[in-house]
């Protein structure tokens, strides 16, 4: 099993449509195919063991991702934003690699003793004329995982995650229709290419078909814009995306748009909220994943966004903050802290198993337990009629006292105030209490809400011994690109800083 | 055969490539154009040699399934004979698609 056989599949299918770029002059399936031959050739030339990608997201990347797995050499597509020490030592991971990198980090790459070359130049390799066939008698079904992705390290050290092709075809065939996007189907694709979303989206809009297009530098303006010159009909952004496309001051008409499709990081109930009736058309969809389960296992889809947001019923109208059901072929149980699996209402940790789940990390091996479930270290619960309901990392439970709080508990809180645009709750070391309770808040330009009057919001909502014993203004969260709070940098900053803005 | 999720089958009388995606727990025996299929990507003929009983044809890119043992395949290169689990044919899966989550 290789990913290639999507691409052969896609070759038999529509091999002459336009499948990545402008709708003219863009690549056709047929293009990538030989692309991906060429491409290959020169990987096995090169006597390279890996494809390091270190450049910002575009045509290069699947090709990349292609060749390499003609080849049958991991692709490792890396942060290009990493700091010079820990790109080091990723890379120190990786002697014998190919890197595809843009200009400002092909130093670092040349430094750690790859050959490197630029996003066009790999480009014009994987364009040159192919003397072999189709069928490459050098693929292995055996060994090598497809792609590794270092997982974002917001709790912890960055570990490689294989991604199988057995787990990303897995997951394909589970959850795509083969040719299932019509022909004047686009995508606009702003994830950066060393996020599980776009190495999924890549295969994924391949084997349905749809072409795609990547917005490289997110702002809302250009994202609108692009999206009607473009005439684009699905888009994937983080929450913080939308949450900026909804703030801005913009034409936001974006007539083509009919699917929008978000992850990567909670969404704040407000801002969905407000999305849905910017554009009643759009069918949103939520998706809920991790690297290590090669992304989606869970789907929040268009219909149940419209039925929660149209219900009176309190159980319907919360789903809107849940990450929707389980997809077909995962296994889901949550278990308390003893490992038992509980039922429907009650928190734990979410587990799961599935030939998409890969929770295999390099140099460590497969994270599952006998039964070949993955603990996702994420908390959340299932209600009644199996809605899935995330309440944060387990790691990042506060215990105050006695008590075990949940801070996305509280983030939600202070997100539904109308003047906070962001905000991020943490455990802060205490003597008497262990941890107390402090949060950092972001409020819209042109407010000044007392910090005292928030705190009793708060506490309006929630216990007293819920209520953040101090709150702090900020300009910004410290957030990855893809939108995830990085919580021990909030922990950090509100440590060593005293006095409140 | 005891067939395995992943696993890639050939048609040995026509074109006819499929992959496993749901398997059943039993030995089945899988046919195509009324012929055992093997292990493989490819398949080993050109359908001429296939009885009019046997056409059928799998159309790439769609699911046959046999509920009743549990089985789903995808078809991952089309040909013209038709797909059997002990001898009854597979039914076309017309799938409901989840909306594109990537």
Known sequence: ?501 | MILKVGQTLASAIDTTAVIVVRAPKDEVVLTCGGVDMVAGKSGLGDGSGIEDAYRGGALLGKRYVDEDAALEVLCTKAGDGALALDGRVLEVKSAKPLPSSD
């Open chain 1, 1 to 501: 099993m290789n990913l290639t056989m999507l691409l052969d599949m896609a070759v038999d299918g529509f091999g002459d449509r336009v499948v990545i770029g402008r709708r003219d002059g863009g690549i056709t399936a047929a293009q990538l195919n030989d692309m991906s031959l060429a491409g290959a050739a020169a990987i096995r030339e090169s006597g390279a063991d890996a494809v390091v990608y270190l450049a910002v997201n575009g045509p290069a990347f699947p090709v990349a991702m292609f060749a390499a797995a003609r080849a049958g050499v991991p692709l490792v597509p890396v942060n290009y934003r990493l700091g010079a020490e820990q790109l080091q030592s990723l890379l120190a991971n990786h002697p014998r690699a190919l890197g595809i990198a843009g200009e400002a980090q092909s130093a670092a790459l040349a430094q750690a003793g790859l050959t490197v070359l630029s996003p066009e130049q790999w480009l014009d390799t994987a364009r040159r004329p192919i003397e072999t066939t189709a069928d490459d008698p050098g693929l292995g079904d055996d060994g090598a995982p497809a792609v590794v992705i270092y997982t974002s390290g917001t709790t912890s050290a960055p570990k490689g995650v294989l991604l199988r092709h057995e787990n990303l075809t897995s997951y394909v065939f589970g959850s795509v229709e083969f040719a299932s996007a019509e022909p004047e189907d686009a995508a606009l694709i702003s994830v950066p290419p060393y996020h599980i979303a776009a190495v999924a989206n890549a295969i994924t809009s391949l084997y349905s078909g749809r072409r795609t297009m990547v917005l490289e530098q997110f702002t809302p303006a250009q994202w609108l814009q692009t999206a009607r010159d473009e005439r684009i009909t699905n888009a994937l952004v983080v929450p913080t995306m939308l949450s900026r496309i909804v703030e801005a001051e913009a034409d936001k008409n974006v007539p083509t748009l009919r699917s929008l499709a978000y992850g990567g990081a909670p969404m704040p109930a407000a801002v969905i909220e407000k999305a849905l009736q910017m554009w009643p058309e759009v069918g949103f969809v939520n998706a809920y994943g991790l690297t290590e389960t090669s992304s989606t296992i869970a789907v929040l889809g268009p219909d149940d966004h419209r039925a929660a947001l149209a219900s009176d019923e309190p159980a319907v109208r919360a789903r809107l903050g849940s990450v929707g059901q389980i997809v077909p072929g995962i296994e889901l149980e949550i278990r308390d802290a003893n490992d038992e699996v509980v039922g429907p209402g009650i928190a734990g940790s979410i587990c799961v198993r599935g030939e998409q789940v890969s929770a295999e990390y390099a140099g460590i091996g497969r994270a599952v337990d006998e039964r070949g479930f993955f603990n996702t270290r994420d908390k959340g619960y299932v209600d009644d009629g199996g809605y899935l309901y995330i309440g944060g990392r387990m790691d990042d439970t506060i215990i105050r006292g006695a008590e075990n709080i949940a801070p996305a508990e509280i983030e939600e809180v202070l997100l539904r105030h109308p003047d906070v645009l962001d905000a991020a709750v943490v455990g802060v070391p205490d003597e008497e209490w262990g941890q107390r309770i402090e949060a950092a808040v972001v409020v819209r330009p042109g407010t000044a809400i007392d910090v005292d009057e928030l705190r009793s919001y708060v506490r309006g909502a929630l216990r007293g011994s819920k209520t953040p014993e101090r709150i702090v203004y900020w300009d910004d969260l410290p957030r990855t690109e893809t939108g995830k709070l990085v919580r021990r940098h909030v922990l950090e900053r509100l440590v060593t800083q005293v006095e409140k803005v």
